[in-house]
């Protein structure tokens, strides 16, 4: 990651039509949640509750749970597949006492030497009113930082929409992992085409010069490694897509372990100092 040669490309490998057709895949409505990945791949799952400040965010979740044996800690955002769970989880946006229980419980892990594994799928965080008066930006910065000094071996998986800074506060980790249908990026299509356009109905064309599709964001630096899907997405065949993401997480898990902890914030630090830069040569 901290390489960067010359002649890195600078354009997007993915057309319009197919970086939409992996938005689709991204949002398809039977797409496995990151909750479940997590009961699929973790056990004894024991959720933790609340910020300590405010409340307890239904659109987060994050407890201790055993991968193969080890005590970890896992977070990811909640969706809701009804209508009336997707409102309770504001359709999957955590507010700022999301973020910050999932700070504390990050922190309660770090205390005691357990790896950290978030999982992401939204949009962004809460863009409401009262997210804001609560302090959303704060909460997404201060996870970032924290984040980024964290005394643990931590690896995120994007499984669907990794949007904006929602998505980075649970995502500032050792390994990023992606899966080759999801999406990583800083704006949504349609917010992007409204923006540049003033017509949002030029999705397919923002999605496109985004480069937020799986190739073109390993491209750039920004994931550490692309998780192959059954044919047609995740939906089509739940139980193999649960199959390799675990077989991935035990690889990177076991490669992390294998540093000190001196050498993982080095890494890490250098890292993210250098992610996403590229030149051209003439």
Known sequence: MAEHEAGRATHSH?????AWLKTELARHPQRPYPMDFIEAIF???????GDRAFGDDAAMTCGMASFHGEPVLVVGNLKGRTLKERLA??????DPEGYRKALRAMKIAEKFGRPVFTFLDLAGANPGIGAEERGQGEAIARNLMEMSRLRVPTIATITGEGGSGGALALAVADRVLMLENAIYSVIS??????IM???ATKKQQAAAALKYTAGDVKLLGCVDDVLPE???GTQNDPAAAMAIVDEKLRYHLGTLHALSIEELLEQRYVKFRN????????
Request: hydrophobic residues 30%; charged residues 20%.
């Open 14 to 18: 993915a057309s319009a039509p197919e």
């Open 43 to 49: 056990t004894d799952f024991s959720e933790i509750h």
């Open 89 to 94: 989880r504001k359709f999957g946006s955590p």
């Open 189 to 194: 299509p349609e917010g992007c085409a409204s």
């Open 197 to 199: 356009w003033k017509d």
């Open 230 to 232: 059954p044919s047609g």
């Open 275 to 282: 992610i996403a830069q590229f030149y051209t040569t003439a």
